[in-house]
Structures are given as structure tokens and as C-alpha cells.
């Protein structure tokens, strides 16, 4: 069973000594490192495709990328059982009254990537019926760019994000 390792943390003085820690199945965190680590391996994200950039995100859960290697292999196409959002594409001004009532409908805690440069800022279109920035909306956690991006960068942002949820404190 492979273990994580986090910089920082320290069971032992020498690896021999950390391993028989971890083969005895005693493993000592804080309650944030704990909650960290349990919303970080079950993000559910909710699908939020508008454009060409939907195709990608598609593709990364599909099996050449795998996404439930993290958790995430099924899209929640209701937003109260989602937490994660992934805006990808084109953002109308049609359209973003609605991104903002499904975001306000996910539970709390909830996160946000923006997938693209048209959902990040616009894109090609600078004109009134794009909106220039999905973050004029909702906040965004991580911007992924490309146009359209690739899956792989996809799961760096995934990836990242998955990070920045770790080491935040949940408790403070």
C-alpha cells in the first residue's frame, strides 16, 4: 500500500523507523492535515461544459486519462452533490446568471476551476456578449490555460488545486 509522504512530518528518526510506524498501521496527524487529505481524495466535480473546451475535460475522464485515479470519475450533473466546479469554455451573458445559481447551490466547501482562455478571460471573443472572466462571477480557484487546453494540463490544474486544498486549514 503506498503511503504519502508530506514534507514536514516526521514519524521517526530514520526511514527504518518511519516504515515500521507505517506497518504497524499507526499514523499520527492533526485534524487539519486529516480533513485535508479526505476532501482532497473525493472531489466530485460538476459539469459545466460550453464550448469546445468541454470536449477536453470530457476526454480527461474518460479511460486514456483517468481522472478516478483521484476520485473524480463520475461528473455530478447535480450541483448538490458536487463540490468541484470545472467552467470550460465560453461564458454568455445569458449563461452566467445561471453558472452563479448552480455555484450558490453546490455545497460548501466548493471550489472552482476555470478551463480555457474564454472562460478565464474571454478569449478571442471581446465583445458585450462574452463575458471576460468567468472570476467576474464566481472565484476561481485555479485558471487553466490553453484554447482549448489539453487534458493533461486539466489534471495539473486538478492536481494543484488538490494541493492548495490540502494545506489549507480547514478549522481556522
Excluded at 516526521?10 to 485534524?31: A, C, D, M, Q
Excluded at 475522464?61 to 473524480?72: Q, V
Excluded at 453546490?106 to 472552482?112: A, K, L, S
Aim: net charge positive; with cysteine.
Amino acid at each position: 500500500m503506498p503511503v504519502e509522504r508530506l514534507e514536514g512530518a516526521h514519524l521517526g528518526k530514520t526511514p527504518e523507523e518511519i516504515e515500521e510506524e507505517v506497518r504497524r498501521g499507526v499514523l499520527l496527524t492533526s485534524l487539519d492535515r486529516a480533513v485535508g487529505w479526505a476532501r482532497k481524495q473525493s472531489m466530485w466535480p460538476a459539469t459545466f461544459g460550453l464550448a469546445c473546451c468541454a470536449i477536453e475535460m470530457m476526454s480527461t475522464g474518460a479511460g486514456k486519462y483517468d481522472l478516478s485515479r483521484w476520485g473524480m470519475e463520475l461528473f455530478r450533473a447535480s450541483p448538490r452533490q458536487a463540490d468541484l466546479m470545472i467552467v470550460a469554455g465560453r461564458v454568455s451573458q445569458k449563461m452566467a446568471p445561471v453558472l452563479r445559481r448552480i455555484y450558490d447551490q453546490m455545497p460548501e466547501p466548493r471550489w472552482v476551476i476555470s478551463m480555457g482562455v474564454c472562460a478565464s478571460a474571454g478569449g478571442m471573443f471581446t465583445n458585450y456578449a462574452i463575458v471576460q472572466g468567468v472570476d467576474t462571477i464566481v472565484p476561481v480557484d485555479v485558471y487553466v490555460p490553453g484554447c482549448p487546453p489539453k487534458p493533461e494540463m486539466l489534471m495539473h490544474g486538478i492536481l494543484k488545486l488538490h494541493e492548495k486544498v490540502r494545506t489549507t486549514e480547514p478549522f481556522k
